[in-house]
C-alpha cells in the first residue's frame, strides 16, 4: 500500500518480538537432530535470498566457527541487535561491511577492523543486485569512490568504525532507523496492514468524499424501489410470484436501458464541462455501470425463477416446462409467443457478459474474450424489443442517442486518413506510437481514444490515453503497454521489420536509448489507423485544482505525460535577446487555479523510467530556476523493487546514491535531477501542510494501489479521482 503502514514502516518492540518468536519456530522446523542450520537452511529459515548478505549474517552468528549456527547462537545475536544499543547495532551494521571481521560482539573484535575500497565495493555490488537496480560498472566506481571518500576523514586509506559511525550521523534517517529496530536488516516476511481499513465505511471521512455517489446509490435504489413496487400492485391480480417477475420486469426495463446512458462517452465528456460535474458523479460511470450491470443480472434470475415457479403452482398441465421455456407453443409474449425462448437466450448471453467482464478476464491477458462478448449487447437490446412489449418505450430516446453517437464516432474515425508514422519500443515491452495529427482533432490533457489498426486487429478498438500536449499540434502519442493478446500482437508487429505482412511499408529501425537505462528500439514508416474520440477523463478537474497531487503508478503515467507537458507550455518562460530579462508566458485561462503540482511516479523496476525520462528531464529544465514561494512543478521517483533505506543491505548504497546525486546533480537510476527514492512513498503529511490550497489527488494506475491511496486521502481530506475506462 502507499501509506505509512507499508513503506518499510518501523517494527515496534511488540513486533519485534513476535518476529523473534517467528524466527525461533523457522529455526525448529528446518534444524535436524543436532539442532543446527547451515548455510543453505539459514537462507531458508529468514528467507534471505542474496548470497552475500546470507553468507555475511552466518558469518556473524556463528560464533564459534563451526560451519553452523545453533538456536543459542541465533537467538544471542538477534538479541544483541533487538535489544542491544545503538553502539551494538551500528557494530554489527560495520562488521558486515567488513568483510574480513567475524563477530558481531565487539569483545571479539575491538574496533581492530576497517574497510577498504575493495571490500565497499563488494558490498555495494550486492546491494544493487539486493535492490534490483542495474549500474555500469564506470557508476559502481563512482559510488564506491564518493561514500568512501566522504566516510574516511581522515584519508588513511580505510574506514574505522568510528568513521563510519561519524558519516552515518550526517543521514538522520538512518540512524533513526537503526535505533528503532533491527530485525527489519533481515526482511521478515510481510505482516498484512488491512486492519486500519476494517472499519473504514463507518468513518465520517469516507461519507464526506464519497457524498455524490452515495446520494446517487441511494437515487438509484429509489427509483429501482418505487419501479418495483408500482409494478407489482399494478400486476396484484396474478399472485404472489406473478408480481415478483412483473416487478423485476420493470426494474429490467429501466436498468437495460440506464446501463447504456452510462456509457454515452461523447455526451457524458460535453457534460463534464457543464455545472453537473459538481452535483453528479461523472467520474465514475465506469463503477456506476459495472453496478447496473450486476443489478441487471439479479433482476434477470429473479425474474425468470419467479416465473418457474409460477408456472409450476398454477399448475399448467397443457406444456411441459422445457416447452414452457424452449418453445412458443404457449404463445407468451407479443411477438408470436416468444417471450420464453427469448428469455433464456436472454438469461444465457447476460451470464456471459458479466462473467467476461469479470477484472479476472480483463487482467488476465485476455481483454478480447470481454470486448467481444459485451457487442453481444446489440442482440440483447433486439432480444429485450422482441421479448417484452413495453422496452421499446425506454429504449428509443436513449438509443437514438446511442446511435447517433456510434454515426460521429465512425464518421470521425474515417476522416482525416490517419497514419502511424513513428514507433518507439521501449523496455517492458511498451510500444511508443506517434500517430500524425489531423488538423480538426482537439483535445483536453488526460483524454483518452479509442484507437483500431486494421494490420493488428481489423475490427477491434482498445481505449489507450493520450500522452502528448493538446498544444503540439503535428502528432499524437499513445504508450501501449504489452498485457494481452491485442497489445503483444501490436509490439511483437513493429519489432519483426521484416515480417511478410507489411511488404511495401518504407520503414527505418534505430537503437535509441539511455545510459544505464538499456536501449529502445525506433521503428519510423507508415502505417493506417482510425481513432475514435477523444472523451473526457476525471484528470480534466486537474486544471480548476489549487493544488493537485498526480500519482502515476506504472504505465499510469501516461495521463499525466500529457498534463506536464501542458502545463509547461502554458507557463513556458521566454528570455529577451537584447537585455536578458525573463518572463512566464503564463497564459492561465479562467479554467486553471493551479498554485502547485506535485508528480508521483511509483514504477516496479528501473527500466520503466525510460519511459518518459526525456520528457521529464525537459520539465527539470523549464524548472530549473527556483520561483519565489516556491517551484510549481515537484517530481517524486519511487522504484518499488529497490531495498528501503531502512533495510541493512542497502544503507550502504542508499547514503551512496545521495552522495553522488548531490555532487553529479543528477540521478545515477534515471539521469533526472529528482532523486530516485527506494519503496514506496510517504507523501500524505507533507502535503497536507504546504498550505497551497484545497489538495486534489489524482491517480492512475493499478486498482490494488488505488484503495490504499484513496483510504489516505480520507484520512486526510484529499479529494481523490481515479482514471479509469
Keep these: 500500500v502507499c501509506c505509512s503502514a507499508g513503506c518499510g514502516g518501523h517494527m515496534s518492540s511488540d513486533e519485534d518480538a513476535r518476529w523473534l518468536e517467528w524466527v525461533t519456530k523457522q529455526f525448529e522446523n528446518i534444524a535436524g537432530e543436532d539442532k543446527e542450520i547451515d548455510l543453505d537452511e539459514f537462507k531458508t529459515a529468514l528467507k534471505v535470498k542474496e548470497s552475500f548478505f546470507a553468507e555475511r549474517f552466518f558469518s556473524l552468528f556463528d560464533s564459534d566457527r563451526s560451519g553452523s549456527i545453533s538456536l543459542d547462537e541465533l537467538l544471542k545475536a538477534l538479541n544483541l541487535l533487538i535489544h542491544g544499543t545503538e553502539a551494538d547495532r551500528l557494530r554489527f551494521l560495520f562488521q558486515v561491511y567488513d568483510v574480513d571481521g567475524q563477530s558481531p560482539e565487539p569483545e571479539h573484535n575491538p574496533g581492530s577492523g576497517s574497510i577498504d575500497p575493495d571490500e565497499l565495493k563488494t558490498v555495494l555490488k550486492s546491494c ?42 550526517n543521514f538522520p534517517e538512518v540512524m533513526e532507523n537503526l535505533t ?196 453481444s449487447y446489440i442482440w440483447v437490446w433486439i432480444l429485450l424489443i422482441i421479448h417484452c412489449a413495453n422496452f421499446w418505450k425506454w429504449f428509443v430516446v436513449p438509443g437514438l442517442v446511442f446511435l447517433l453517437e456510434k454515426i460521429v464516432g465512425i464518421a470521425v474515425s474515417r476522416m482525416g486518413g490517419l497514419h502511424i508514422v513513428e514507433v518507439n519500443l521501449l523496455p517492458s515491452k511498451v510500444t511508443h506510437l506517434v500517430i500524425r495529427r489531423p488538423q480538426f482533432f482537439q483535445f483536453k490533457p488526460g483524454d483518452y481514444i479509442y484507437i483500431n489498426i486494421p494490420k493488428i486487429a481489423k475490427y477491434e478498438w482498445h481505449p489507450f490515453t493520450i500522452s502528448s500536449a493538446p498544444e503540439q499540434s503535428d502528432t499524437l ?76 503508478a506504472g504505465i499510469g503515467i501516461t495521463p499525466f505525460a500529457s498534463i506536464l507537458q501542458s502545463i509547461m507550455y502554458r507557463m513556458r518562460k521566454h528570455l529577451c535577446p537584447s537585455c536578458n530579462y525573463s518572463w512566464c508566458e503564463n497564459i492561465k485561462d479562467s479554467d486553471m487555479k493551479l498554485r502547485k503540482v506535485d508528480f508521483i511516479w511509483i514504477n516496479r523496476d528501473q527500466k520503466s523510467f525510460e519511459w518518459f525520462v526525456s520528457l521529464l528531464t525537459q520539465l527539470e529544465l523549464d524548472q530549473a530556476d527556483e520561483e519565489p514561494e516556491g517551484r510549481f512543478l515537484e517530481m517524486h521517483m519511487y522504484m518499488t523493487s529497490a531495498l528501503s ?81
Design 180 to 375: 528503532i529496530s533491527a530485525a527489519n536488516w533481515l526482511k521478515p516476511p510481510e505482516v498484512e496492514q488491512k486492519k486500519h481499513q476494517t472499519h473504514r465505511y463507518l468513518t465520517r471521512a469516507y461519507w464526506q468524499n464519497n457524498s455524490r455517489k452515495l446520494l446517487f446509490l441511494c437515487l438509484y435504489s429509489l427509483l429501482n424501489l418505487l419501479l418495483f413496487v408500482g409494478a407489482v400492485l399494478y400486476h396484484r391480480y396474478g399472485g404472489g410470484w406473478f408480481m415478483l417477475a412483473k416487478g423485476c420486469g420493470q426494474c429490467l426495463n429501466f436498468n437495460c436501458t440506464f446501463v447504456m446512458v452510462l456509457m454515452l462517452r461523447r455526451c457524458l465528456t460535453w457534460v463534464r464541462t457543464t455545472w453537473v460535474v459538481r452535483v453528479l458523479p461523472l467520474d465514475q460511470n465506469i463503477l456506476l455501470h459495472q453496478i447496473v450491470g450486476y443489478a441487471i443480472l439479479f433482476f434477470t434470475v429473479v425474474h425468470t425463477a419467479a416465473h418457474v415457479v409460477n408456472f409450476g403452482t398454477r399448475a399448467l398441465t397443457h406444456f411441459s416446462l422445457w416447452e414452457y421455456l424452449l418453445t412458443t407453443r404457449p404463445g407468451v409474449g407479443w411477438v408470436k409467443g416468444t417471450a420464453s425462448l427469448t428469455g433464456v437466450i436472454l438469461q444465457l448471453l447476460i451470464f456471459l457478459m458479466v462473467i467476461c467482464s469479470s477484472t479476472f478476464v480483463r487482467r488476465s491477458g485476455h481483454f478480447e474474450v470481454f470486448y467481444w462478448t459485451h457487442l
Design 645 to 725: 533505506k531502512n533495510d541493512m543491505k542497502a544503507i550502504g548504497l542508499q547514503m551512496a546514491l545521495d552522495l553522488l546525486a548531490k555532487k553529479e546533480k543528477k540521478d545515477s537510476i534515471t539521469g533526472l535531477r529528482t532523486r530516485t527514492q527506494p519503496g514506496r512513498p510517504r507523501w500524505e503529511k507533507k502535503l497536507s501542510e504546504e498550505n497551497k490550497g484545497k489538495v486534489h489527488v489524482f491517480y492512475c494506475g493499478a486498482p490494488s494501489l488505488a484503495k490504499a491511496i484513496k483510504a489516505q486521502c480520507e484520512n486526510f481530506g484529499f479529494n481523490f479521482y481515479k482514471e479509469n475506462f
Design 477 to 552: 502519442w499513445l504508450h501501449v503497454r504489452s498485457m494481452g493478446q491485442w497489445t503483444n500482437r501490436l509490439y511483437e508487429y513493429f519489432r519483426q521489420p521484416e515480417s511478410p505482412d507489411r511488404t511495401g511499408l518504407p520503414w527505418q529501425l534505430t537503437l535509441i536509448g539511455s545510459p544505464g537505462l538499456g536501449g529502445s528500439e525506433r521503428v519510423c514508416f507508415m502505417c493506417q489507423c482510425y481513432v475514435d474520440g477523444p472523451y473526457g477523463t476525471p484528470t480534466r478537474q486537474i486544471f480548476a485544482s489549487e493544488h493537485a497531487v498526480l500519482i502515476g
Design 128 to 169: 544493487l543486485q539486493e535492490s534490483a537496480i542495474s549500474l555500469p560498472e564506470e557508476k559502481l566506481e563512482d559510488l564506491t569512490l564518493v561514500l568512501f571518500e566522504s566516510a574516511d576523514k581522515d584519508n588513511s586509506g580505510s574506514i574505522t568504525f568510528e568513521e563510519l559511525k561519524a558519516e552515518l550521523e
